[in-house]
């Protein structure tokens, strides 16, 4: 226990400084693009959130495979804590877009197939959230799981969206690299793992409280049982 403190604590400690680190080299370190300006600047941000909204739920899709195949609920519980955090990426992904996009494309929203694919998975993930909170306790696992499968479908169309259809949406990262800088791509770096180091911390905690929820709910209804019992005792 004192090993797994030490440990969350040091991870917290890192995640924190790269997040400055990360804040740091975009606003101070990386040059400004000379064609869009400061709202470039945006990418550092956009990029590594889209592509943990992707990672999230890839791991809501594993999970969820691993739960109907195992009936464990640790991985649902995991699927469905995943899905969360990739829910909020996913909006940052919705919001850093059209701010990045209205001096570039001067419109706020157009509908592209990257964009309209992206809107797509966020409602799907967000029903996802909502199935669990509508569905019976009995059935809210496998409910989900099934959901979070058949919705990881979206994912590789979203990511492939630039590749199969026409689109203004930029291309940065192809089969050749990265078409930025150095210094840009230093900084894209930072911010990768920064947003990685957030996104397990996220997890992490979120799992955490999860867990702790439960305890609570199962202590709950011992109690309760408890003093129904006891009355029955002195009604009896």
């Known amino acids: 226990m004192i090993h797994n403190r030490a440990f969350l604590k040091a991870f917290e400690f890192i995640t924190f400084f790269m997040v400055l680190l990360a804040l740091y080299a975009i606003f101070i370190y990386a040059p400004v693009e000379k064609s869009m300006g400061i709202v470039q600047k945006i990418f550092y941000l956009h990029?590594?959130?889209?592509?943990?909204?992707f990672f999230a739920f890839f791991i809501t899709f594993i999970a969820s495979i691993l739960y109907l195949y195992k009936r464990n609920h640790q991985w649902d519980i995991i699927a469905s804590s995943s899905a969360e955090i990739g829910v909020i990426f996913c909006t940052i992904v919705l919001i850093t877009g059209p701010i990045w996009a209205k001096p570039i494309w001067n419109v706020w929203w157009t509908w592209d197939p990257r964009l309209t694919t992206t809107l797509i998975?966020?409602?799907i993930y967000v029903a996802y959230l909502m199935l669990r909170?509508?569905?019976?306790?009995?059935q809210r696992s496998n409910f989900s799981a099934v959901f979070g499968i058949l919705g990881f479908v979206?994912?590789?169309i979203t990511f492939l969206a630039i590749r199969l259809w026409r689109t203004i949406h930029p291309v940065v990262i192809t089969g050749k690299g990265i078409n930025i800088s150095a210094p840009m791509k230093h900084t894209l770096l930072i911010a990768f793992v920064a947003f990685c180091l957030l996104f397990f911390?996220?997890?992490?905690n979120r799992i955490r409280l999860e867990k702790t929820r439960i305890k609570a709910e199962e202590i709950k209804a011992f109690i309760e049982d408890k003093i129904h019992l006891g009355h029955e005792k002195q009604g009896g």
């Not at 911390?201 to 992490?204: K, P, R």
Request: net charge negative; no cysteine.
């Open 47 to 53: 990029v590594p959130s889209a592509f943990l909204a």
């Open 121 to 123: 998975l966020w409602f």
């Open 133 to 138: 909170g509508v569905a019976g306790e009995n």
């Open 154 to 156: 979206n994912v590789p």
């Open 201 to 204: 911390w996220l997890l992490i």
